[in-house]
């Protein structure tokens, strides 16, 4: 079993920047590849980034350059930085965890462990 705990989210001026934390308890994440999904209300859950267990990494095309996905395995943590932050990134923002192959990472039901999610709020 693997918990996973979001933090860092808020509301933030379009421009502005946050960073998301997503701390893992139970097992080490290295074992693990790591993605963040968001959901906006009305729609469905969609991938934003993934960090593989080597560390390449991947990123939703709306996202690239905006935000950059980041782990540190010594302190069981996932991050997502997210710059120059626009109105339609506002969504709860999920953290999870896959076990299969690198191929599945874009892939919400590939992956086993979500954390509770945390609301980012982009204000115009």
């Known amino acids: 079993q693997v918990q996973l705990v979001e933090s860092g989210g808020g509301l933030v001026q379009v421009g502005g920047s946050l960073r998301l934390s997503c701390v893992a308890s139970?097992?080490?994440?290295?074992?693990?590849?790591m993605g963040w999904f968001r959901q906006a209300p009305g729609k469905e859950r969609e991938f934003v980034a993934a960090?593989?267990?080597?560390?390449?990494?991947f990123y939703k095309d709306s996202v690239k350059g905006r935000f950059t996905i980041s782990r540190d395995n010594a302190k069981n943590t996932v991050y997502l930085q997210m710059d120059s932050l626009k109105p339609e990134d506002t969504a709860v923002y999920y953290c999870?965890?896959?076990?299969?192959?690198?191929?599945?990472?874009?892939?919400?039901?590939?992956?086993?462990?979500w954390g509770q999610g945390t609301q980012v709020t982009v204000s115009s």
């Open positions: 999870a965890a896959n076990s299969a192959v690198l191929s599945t990472v874009t892939m919400a039901n590939m992956y086993t462990y």
């Open positions: 139970g097992r080490t994440l290295r074992s693990y590849n």
């Open positions: 960090i593989g267990r080597s560390g390449g990494t």
